[in-house]
């Protein structure tokens, strides 16, 4: 009922983004090639694609953009991972989910410029 309120008076605000349809790994793909290979330099560029395709879209990619939530950015730290096993570590280090955490910040909050989701679940 309260989601139902507020849908109805951000349409009354004029304020009501329909919410998107797209996945997660749909997005960031684009994201990525009209964004940010046009935008980051050569190393950078690699290792976005990197954390895009092989971390960020193989275990939260396919959920639905409109319904990502901090819950999912969680998700992804916990998740494990296969480096952990080949360097006898437990898990990812700090500095790796710190990328992680402000690629996926960076991309959504180009979400929420393109109107797909109203605000940015990675703040």
């Known amino acids: 009922m309260l989601k139902c309120r507020r849908v109805l008076r ?24 009209t964004y940010a290979k046009p935008n ?12 895009v395709e092989k971390d960020i879209k193989s275990s939260i990619g396919s959920i639905n953009l409109a319904k990502l939530t ?14 952990a096993q080949t360097n006898g570590g437990g898990g990812l280090s700090k500095r790796t ?19 797909l989701p109203p605000t940015n679940p990675a703040d």
């Open 10 to 33: 951000s349409m009354d605000e004029g304020t009501y983004v329909e919410p998107s349809k797209e996945t997660l790994g749909a997005f960031l793909h684009r994201w990525f090639v």
């Open 40 to 51: 980051v330099a050569g190393k950078t560029c690699e290792r976005y694609e990197q954390i």
């Open 70 to 83: 901090p819950v999912h950015r969680r998700i992804l730290q916990l998740r494990p991972h296969p480096r």
């Open 97 to 115: 989910l710190l990328h992680f955490h402000r690629l996926l910040r960076e991309a959504l909050q180009q979400a929420v410029i393109w109107q």
